[in-house]
C-alpha cells in the first residue's frame, strides 16, 4: 500500500494493492515519467511486494482475515466485495502491517 500510494503522489495513476496483494498498474503515457517515480518510490520505501503465488480461494480467506483484523482493531471494514479490500482513510501502517496488509507483509 505505501508503495501504491507513493506512486500517486508522483501523478500516476496505481490501486491500492490487489487480494494477491500485488500492485496492480495501467500502463503510462509517459513512460519516462512513470520510471522515475518507480525509482523515487523503490529508493523512498523499498520495492513493492512480489505476488505470493496464492490461489485466489487462500488470498480470499486472507482479505477476509484482515478485514476482521481491523474490525477487531476498531475500524469500520466491510467483507470485501470483488475481491477487494476498502480499507478506510486514515488507518496508520502499523495496523495495516499488524493485519497483514502492510507494505511489508
Do not use: W
Not at 71 to 98: F, H, K, N, Q, S
Request: overall charge negative.
Amino acid at each position: 500500500m505505501k508503495f501504491a500510494k507513493c506512486m500517486r503522489e508522483h501523478g500516476q495513476n496505481v490501486a491500492d494493492l490487489a487480494p494477491d496483494r500485488s500492485v496492480s498498474m495501467e500502463m503510462p503515457d509517459d513512460a519516462a515519467a512513470f520510471e522515475a517515480a518507480s525509482a523515487s518510490c523503490i529508493e523512498e520505501i523499498g520495492a513493492p511486494p512480489a505476488q505470493t503465488g496464492k490461489s485466489k480461494e487462500n488470498a480470499s480467506e486472507d482479505i477476509l482475515k484482515a478485514a476482521q483484523c481491523l474490525r477487531d482493531a476498531g475500524y469500520d471494514v466491510a467483507d470485501p466485495t470483488g475481491g477487494a479490500l476498502g480499507i478506510p482513510t486514515g488507518v496508520p501502517e502499523e495496523a495495516l502491517e499488524e493485519c497483514d496488509l502492510g507494505a511489508g507483509s
